[in-house]
């Protein structure tokens, strides 16, 4: 009898809803990479823009993104419904494709990025809190990880799909656009019809003010840790970009350049949900040091490594740290924050990883700039080992976090 009661694991175990919540990041991610795979290359050879005005277009793209996210988190927690602020976002992105193939002036271009970017804003903090609200805690890990590993699935077809599109297309930019609409269509529909948001619990409290102090602080010192590890991390995880100018630099062919990222996110993909699967099973932190160890061994494969079989390696590390911390740091979030805050703390939490990204790549091309590219990596590993030991603070003031939620 007991055996009978006992909580069914495995993925099959994992709940529906956010194996179609993946699906719908897998669909809208490859159709956004289609786009982005294509726009700065559209924008200068077709539209005559300049690089300086690409730098800005992206720039101010990503930022709106993490700006947005907080708010939207917030209203979630003060809506007390996660799915509409999803499909609001999802949606916002779908109806700027067709802006992208019929823009005659680089303004619209810059319009349907910031719109695009703007509904990727809205969705985040609001989907990730809705997979915690759905998933049962012994199958976070699990539904964090599925989560991720469709969502990197569609950043690697997504960008094959438009290389594979242009030469079908004879390089008719507008014709991928067009295309790329499609996934997005789909995965709006999907998020409609396939993906039920829980009812509210009984007896939660209401959130009046989800971004006020007395609420911030609700959020508690275990949840602020996790987050202030999370944050100096990801100083250390600088865009890749600088693993495409490191394989270049080793004599990586330009046209096998987009190879890097797509090995990348293979690997990625297919250890995001095994990772989740062991943090489940057996201990969060562990799993998650294993991923800062990862970082260190990438950062330092890539600063001493001259040979482009050296370089792969790292960017198979790269690829494995991913996969192992990813999904888990959401998850730890979801473990630490109070039910009712889940969208708050995971717009707080994105938008201090999406700064420290940005200052990461920033210091990361300075460091490039004056000192080569050992020094970027260099960095890199000293910044993750601080975060390891960071780590191993929480874990010793939370040894609970550390423990499986396995039954």
Excluded: C
Excluded at 45 to 56: K, N
Excluded at 204 to 233: D, I
């Amino acid at each position: 009898m007991a055996e009978e009661l006992k909580p069914r694991l495995g993925w099959r175990a994992i709940p529906k809803p956010i194996w179609a919540l993946g699906f719908v990041s897998m669909l809208m991610d490859m159709s956004s990479e289609m786009i982005h795979a294509l726009l700065p290359v559209y924008l200068v050879t077709v539209m005559g823009a300049s690089m300086v005005t690409v730098g800005v277009i992206e720039g101010i793209a990503e930022a709106t993104a993490s700006i947005v996210k907080i708010f939207s988190g917030a209203i979630s927690d003060w809506f007390g419904k996660r799915k509409l602020l999803a499909v609001i976002g999802y949606g916002l992105a779908a109806l700027t494709r067709p802006i992208f193939p019929l823009a005659s002036t680089v303004s619209w271009l810059v319009v349907a990025r910031f719109i695009d970017r703007v509904g990727k804003g809205i969705r985040g903090a609001p989907r990730d809190a809705l997979v915690a609200d759905i998933a049962p805690p012994h199958l976070r890990g699990a539904s964090f990880g599925l989560r991720q590993s469709l969502d990197t699935v569609g950043a690697f077809v997504g960008p094959l799909a438009a290389v594979g599109l242009m030469w079908l297309m004879s390089n008719d930019f507008q014709g991928v656009f067009w295309v790329a609409a499609i996934p997005a269509i789909l995965a709006v529909g999907l998020l409609l019809f396939a993906v039920h948001e829980p009812e509210r619990p009984a007896g939660l409290r209401k959130v009046r003010f989800p971004l006020s102090l007395p609420e911030l602080r609700r959020l508690g010192s275990a949840y602020w840790l996790v987050v202030a590890v999370a944050t100096v991390f990801t100083l250390a995880r600088f865009s890749e970009a600088f693993l495409i100018l490191r394989a270049q630099a080793v004599g990586l062919p330009i046209v096998l350049v987009p190879m890097v990222l797509v090995v990348m996110n293979v690997v990625y993909a297919l250890t995001a949900y095994p990772a989740g699967v062991l943090a489940d099973r057996f201990n969060r932190l562990t799993v998650l040091m294993i991923g800062f160890a990862l970082l260190i061994a990438a950062d330092l494969t890539l600063a001493f490594s001259g040979s482009l079989l050296g370089v792969t390696l790292g960017v198979v590390l790269w690829g494995l740290h991913m996969g192992f911390t990813q999904g888990l740091l959401a998850t730890l979030v979801a473990d630490t924050a109070p039910p009712e805050l889940r969208g708050t703390a995971f717009g707080v939490f994105n938008l201090l990883g999406g700064l420290a990204l940005l200052a990461a790549s920033v210091i990361a091309g300075l460091l490039w700039d004056q000192l080569g590219a050992q020094a970027t990596f260099l960095a890199g590993a000293g910044l993750t080992a601080l975060a390891l030991v960071g780590l191993g603070i929480v874990r010793w003031r939370l040894p609970d976090l550390a423990v499986s939620h396995r039954p």
